[in-house]
Each structure stands twice: as structure tokens, then as C-alpha cells.
């Protein structure tokens, strides 16, 4: 199911991303979880990317990737040093903070984008926040949707930079997942195994995506994200 969903993340309905995060934490232990989830967000990017290659603002990405690799880093010093156990209330707290900062964003419309800054603090911000918040929970989503909007790109352009934002983010986290023993060949063989319904889930999601009511499937995939949310946090 977490399969086909990520395969819907990628195919344009990115607050899916959040459920994947919080249901795999209740099959596997957190950490491992983290592990397991990345090569299948990697096979979805690869997807992403061949359907919106055309549609990127490198600009955009450029000017963030020193940022976000610092994140990252700091991201790879909490992992070395946190159990499962104690991993997944600091997931559960990512996770409301996305959906809080989601609702938040829905809520006040372009009045949002009026409020958010548009100096070089704010890039570093972002890019230092989406680079921590990738590395422990591959929960970036919300943070990398607000660094976009206030640049203002179409919706193309606004979905083909995201795609390959998190290809190179998620490629680029690969080597310190191996590091810290979360990807391993047990597990890149079980997310072998997964490929096809990520294909699956990012045909259906292209072809479904028109008819979906937007608001209705945002509120309820949130709501069950927040439950999932709630649940590590206590």
C-alpha cells in the first residue's frame, strides 16, 4: 500500500508523502523504517523526473543545495546518535509541524506568500530546515512546497523543480544511509520487490489526478497523517 502511495506522491498529490512516512513507522522499527523508505522515494523521483524533465528553475536549486547540505549533516549526526525509540517522537513532532504549516498555508491563501520573506536568510532557513527534516523522516514535502511558492513558479515549473529537488536530495542521501546501516542489501532487495507498485501507483495517480476532488483527498490523507502523527509522539 506505502508502495503505491509514494508512486501517488510523485504523480502529484504530494501530502500523501506524510501518511508513507507515519504507516511504515508502525510496520518497521523507526530508524529501519527510514532505511526502507528512501531507494522506494528514489524509484518514485526517477518516475517524477521523466514526466516533468522539461519543467525545472535550476536558479532555485542551485541556491539551495549548500543550505540543505548542511541539514543534512546535522540530520546524519541525530540519526548516529537516537534509538528507534526515541526517533519516533521527533518524527511525530516533524510530521504535525508539516501539517499545521500545510493548513496554515491553505487557510490563508496569497496572503501566505505576502507574509514569507524573500532574502537570502530565508534560503538558508529552508534549505538547512528541508535538509534536516529529509535526512531523519524523508518529510521535506511542506518546507520544499513553501520555498516554491514564494518564488512564485506555475504549476509545471513548480512540480518539475520539486521532482528533481528531492532526486538529488534523496541520491545524495543514499551514501550516509549505508553509512549508518539503514540501507543494506536485505532491505535494497525488498525495495526491488516494491518497484512495480510504485509504477502502479504513478499511473493510477496521473490518471486519476483530474477527477480527484483536490480538498476533500488533502483533508482526509492530513487527517490520517495526524493521527499517525499523534500515535509516535505519545
Known amino acids: 500500500m506505502c508502495a ?31 532505511g526502507i523508505l528512501l531507494p522506494m522515494l528514489v524509484m518514485g523521483d526517477l518516475f517524477a523526473v521523466i514526466f516533468y524533465r522539461r519543467n525545472v528553475v535550476w536558479k532555485y536549486l542551485i541556491s539551495l543545495i549548500p543550505w540543505v547540505l548542511i541539514g543534512i549533516l546535522c540530520g546524519y549526526v541525530v540519526l548516529d546518535l537516537v534509538s528507534s525509540d526515541q526517533l ?8 504535525l509541524s508539516m501539517i499545521a504549516l500545510h493548513i496554515w498555508r491553505e487557510k490563508l491563501g496569497e496572503r501566505f506568500n505576502e507574509l ?15 535538509g534536516f527534516t529529509t535526512m531523519i523522516g524523508n518529510a ?15 504549476k509545471s515549473e513548480f512540480v518539475g ?16 544511509y549505508i ?12 525495495n526491488l520487490w516494491m518497484f512495480p507498485a510504485i509504477l502502479i501507483g504513478a499511473f493510477i495517480g496521473v490518471k486519476l489526478l483530474p477527477y480527484i476532488p483536490q ?16 500515535r509516535l509522539l505519545f
Open 116 to 130: 514569507l520573506p524573500k532574502t537570502i536568510w530565508f534560503t538558508v532557513l529552508m534549505g538547512i530546515l528541508g
Open 88 to 95: 519516533k517522537p521527533i518524527i511525530g513532532v516533524i510530521v
Open 140 to 154: 521535506a514535502g511542506g518546507i520544499m512546497a513553501i520555498y516554491l511558492l514564494v518564488k512564485g513558479l506555475p
Open 4 to 34: 503505491i502511495l509514494i508512486g501517488f506522491t510523485k504523480s502529484g498529490i504530494p501530502s500523501l508523502g506524510i501518511l508513507v512516512v507515519t504507516t511504515l513507522m508502525f510496520v518497521f522499527p523507526a530508524k529501519d523504517s527510514v
Open 179 to 190: 553509512h549508518l546501516g539503514l540501507i543494506t542489501t536485505t532491505t535494497f532487495t525488498f
Open 215 to 230: 480538498k476533500i483527498f488533502q483533508y482526509l490523507v492530513l487527517g490520517f497523517a495526524a493521527l499517525g502523527g499523534i
Open 161 to 176: 523543480t520539486g521532482a528533481w529537488f528531492f532526486m538529488c536530495v534523496n541520491l545524495i542521501k543514499v551514501p550516509f
